[in-house]
């Protein structure tokens, strides 16, 4: 009795401890996820209004763009690299190497390196500076408090989750992100609790400060049927492969970037002069965070083919060469565009593919599938819940072993048919064909292999 009695003490003084703490960090990271748009908002202004000045006409700010690079490079390289490239990832690295910990010369630095990328036009996102400037907060509190390194770690999830769930509006799915996206087929559900409050206290904070976010209950959706289902199901498919293109295209871009060896900043000038190209030979649509386009394909507006390729290229120029930020809001743009082609491909209504190509390319490119799902109902109403969590499976499984956060630890096997090693960063892992004897596969393969045999023993 009296054992029992310590267990259950114990657990409520855990409880109260973690409600605590997770609240602390939820409302930090509210107040500087709102801080940080407010400020991003500020710069837009601030730029659009004297690029009119200099250039004559409001769309020319991206001629800025080299310089943007250049000095968002700098800034980076010389004060605080983890805050390079979209951010996320370098999170998602400190947790599993370092047990969270994390410079807080990163929060300012990622701050304003993103703020300079994004105001000038570079292809990025918002949520991942916040995600990051959330766990640094979270690391320097952890040092404040002086705790050990689980529990260091535990907060730096917390501040994960309260960004994405402050800057996206959606409190249950950013909670589930920040534990997800750690791990490829493993949720820590020791963190449960304290992510889900951190993340519901940031969103409530953020929308306290004012802060507001898109949602678009999908009134209409079609009627459930066998027909809709496999149009669904392909729909995955064609998710999952436009995940796959988006990381290749990703890791294409950062092999470029390491073969031109030369001074780091540099490398902004010339990636701002390529999209500068890029900008006039196409459109200024494919840069800064695209918004305007993700809401107008919400709403089923059209939109040319080719733009979730473009969408693509100007991302991997804009993060493989000195830009900062995001890379989810690049995520939405490029799965709402590529729904409204699968949609018109296949005469289906725009607003509903090109809602489920967002959460479903998120779940394909981050492996998040549970996450994507829940921020489907959370964005779109309840409605467009299965057919969405339907789609966001078979994209996550469609994507392979890859991600376009390298540092995520890959705890399980996509198919039955392919080897790995588990428990390796996604970037070092190498997936082998490896059919069972029982499998489908292996017994086409076994079938093909005899009748092999039988026609080189009738050539001999």
């Known amino acids: 009795m009296k054992r029992r009695l310590a267990e259950e003490t114990v657990i409520f003084i855990s409880v109260l401890k973690w409600v605590a703490l997770s609240v602390a960090v939820g409302a930090m990271v509210g107040l500087s996820t709102t801080a ?21 006409n409001n769309s020319y700010y991206f001629l800025l763009l080299p310089v943007a690079l250049f000095l968002s490079t700098l800034m980076t390289k010389y004060l605080a690299p983890d805050a390079e490239g979209h951010g ?48 640094g907060l979270a690391s320097v509190f952890a040092d404040v408090l002086r705790v050990d390194d689980q529990d260091r770690k535990k907060l730096v999830i917390c501040g994960i989750s309260a960004g994405f769930a402050s800057v996206f509006g959606t409190p249950i799915a950013g909670a589930i992100f920040g534990l997800e996206v750690l791990f490829v087929g493993n949720v820590l559900y020791d963190v449960l609790l304290p992510s889900f409050v951190a993340g519901i206290t940031g969103y409530r904070v953020a929308w306290v400060l004012g802060g507001r976010h898109f949602h678009y209950t999908m009134n ?18 064609f998710f999952g492969m436009c995940s796959f293109f988006l990381i290749e295209v990703l890791k294409i871009g950062g092999k470029l970037s390491k073969k031109i060896q030369i001074w780091t900043p540099l490398k902004g000038i010339i990636g701002g002069t390529v999209l500068i190209i890029f900008t006039l030979l196409f459109s200024n649509k494919y840069l800064g965070l695209g918004m305007d386009t993700i809401k107008s394909s919400l709403r089923g507006g059209k939109v040319p083919w080719y733009a979730f390729i473009l969408k693509t290229i100007f991302t991997s120029i804009t993060l493989n060469f000195g830009g900062s930020g995001g890379i989810v809001t690049p995520i939405f743009f490029i799965g709402v565009t590529s729904g409204i082609l699968f949609a018109d491909i296949f005469g289906l209504d725009r607003a509903t593919f090109s809602a489920i190509g967002l959460v479903s390319l998120l779940a394909g490119a981050a492996n998040t599938p549970i ?20 789609s966001c499976i078979i994209s996550f499984l469609m994507t392979g072993h890859r991600s376009v956060y390298p540092s995520q630890i890959m705890d399980f096997k996509k198919s039955s048919s392919i080897h790995i090693e588990g ?20 017994i086409g393969l076994w079938i093909g292999k005899v009748i092999k045999e039988k026609l080189n023993k009738k050539k001999t």
């Open 36 to 56: 940080f748009l407010k400020a991003l908002s500020w710069g837009s202004a601030f730029s659009s209004r004297y690029s009119y000045y200099f250039f004559g």
């Open 88 to 135: 996320t990832d370098k999170i998602i690295e400190a947790v599993h190497k370092r047990s969270g910990k994390i410079k807080a010369l990163v929060v300012p630095v990622k701050l304003v390196a993103t703020i300079v990328t994004l105001v000038t036009g570079g292809s990025a996102g918002k949520e991942g500076p916040c995600a990051q400037i959330g766990a």
């Open 220 to 237: 209409f959706v079609p009627v459930f049927n066998e027909s809709l289902f496999l149009k669904i199901i392909l729909a995955g498919i």
């Open 371 to 390: 996450a994507a799902s829940i921020m489907a109902v959370e964005l779109f109403g309840p409605k467009l819940g299965p057919y969405a969590a339907v």
């Open 423 to 442: 428990g390796e960063e996604v970037e070092d892992v190498k997936a082998h064909f490896k059919p069972r004897s029982k499998s489908l596969i292996g």
